[in-house]
């Protein structure tokens, strides 16, 4: 068992124990008990129940008087934790879990992107710009384009002023980083640039159907590639 390290043990012992939970390690075995995980991972009991209480909050434990604590089924785990889906996809690169998110950014960036194109400030407006430019810049750099990547989808979530479709922000984070190395991997390329410049420009004049279409057909790209993929890895 790898202990938790760095200064806040609360986090690390966090870190380790969602992953092992996720990654099954207490699917056939009861859970242990606070002291047993104290003593497991080195630290107090202070630190252990705050940590299993963070772990209940996004859904993987439950705790119960007389009945201690348990795992619960994946079903309950709360996949709008950035936390969460990083182990799940950190467990198992998954292409249908990939497919599944890349359903949800289909339905959530296109309508962020036409919010921005109506109601995002000029700053708002100008951090597009300045991400898309970025693109540009590090295009020939595989892990600096992921990143200006990464900024360019989170400033439009951002710009649609729209505070539920900001709070994705973690979880799109997290998840484009599988999606975008995959994607970039199958292709042998990185992420379309006039593509991408076609979202921006449909922003920066104001037009809100062309951005809702530049938006989609970037992740409809996504879904094609990973329909591919499953073809080729059935099971996956």
Same mark, same amino acid.
């Given at each position: 068992?790898?202990?938790?390290?760095?200064?806040?043990?609360? *986090?690390?012992?966090?870190?380790?124990?969602?992953?092992?939970?996720?990654? &099954?390690?207490?699917?056939?075995?009861?859970?242990?008990?606070?002291?047993?995980?104290?003593?497991?991972?080195?630290?107090? /009991?202070?630190?252990?129940?705050?940590?299993?209480?963070?772990?209940?909050?996004? &859904?993987?434990?439950?705790? /119960?008087?007389?009945?201690?604590?348990?795992?619960?089924?994946?079903?309950?785990?709360?996949? @709008?934790?950035?936390?969460?889906?990083?182990?799940?996809?950190?467990?198992? +690169?998954?292409?249908?879990?990939?497919?599944? +998110?890349?359903?949800?950014?289909?339905?959530?960036?296109?309508?962020?992107?036409?919010?921005?194109?109506?109601? &995002?400030?000029?700053?708002?407006?100008?951090?597009?710009?300045?991400?898309? /430019? /970025?693109?540009?810049?590090?295009?020939?750099?595989?892990?600096?384009?992921?990143?200006?990547?990464?900024?360019?989808?989170?400033?439009?979530?951002?710009?649609?002023?729209?505070? +539920? *479709?900001?709070? @994705?922000?973690?979880?799109?984070?997290?998840?484009?980083?599988?999606?975008?190395? +995959?994607?970039?991997? @199958?292709? &042998?390329?990185?992420?379309?640039?006039?593509?991408?410049? !076609?979202?921006?420009?449909?922003?920066?004049?104001?037009?809100?159907?062309?951005?809702?279409?530049?938006?989609? !057909?970037?992740?409809?790209?996504?879904?094609?590639?990973?329909?591919?993929?499953?073809?080729?890895?059935?099971?996956?």
């Amino acid at each position: 068992m790898n202990r938790p390290n760095g200064r806040n043990l609360t *986090y690390g012992m966090l870190d380790s124990l969602g992953r092992a939970i996720i990654t &099954g390690a207490y699917q056939d075995i009861p859970f242990p008990t606070e002291a047993d995980l104290a003593t497991l991972y080195g630290v107090s /009991r202070s630190v252990t129940r705050e940590a299993v209480k963070m772990l209940t909050a996004k &859904g993987l434990l439950s705790a /119960r008087p007389r009945q201690g604590t348990s795992v619960r089924p994946e079903a309950a785990w709360n996949l @709008f934790d950035a936390d969460v889906l990083r182990w799940l996809l950190e467990r198992k +690169f998954s292409l249908t879990l990939l497919r599944q +998110f890349s359903e949800l950014r289909v339905t959530i960036e296109p309508a962020a992107a036409a919010l921005a194109a109506q109601a &995002g400030n000029k700053a708002a407006l100008a951090q597009i710009a300045a991400s898309y /430019r /970025r693109m540009e810049a590090h295009s020939g750099s595989p892990e600096e384009a992921l990143d200006a990547d990464i900024v360019f989808h989170i400033a439009i979530l951002e710009a649609s002023g729209n505070p +539920f *479709y900001a709070q @994705f922000r973690d979880v799109v984070e997290t998840a484009l980083r599988t999606s975008i190395r +995959f994607t970039n991997r @199958f292709q &042998g390329r990185t992420a379309s640039l006039p593509a991408h410049k !076609a979202v921006a420009d449909a922003i920066a004049a104001r037009d809100s159907e062309g951005a809702r279409s530049a938006m989609t !057909a970037i992740i409809a790209d996504v879904l094609v590639l990973i329909a591919e993929g499953e073809r080729q890895a059935p099971g996956s």
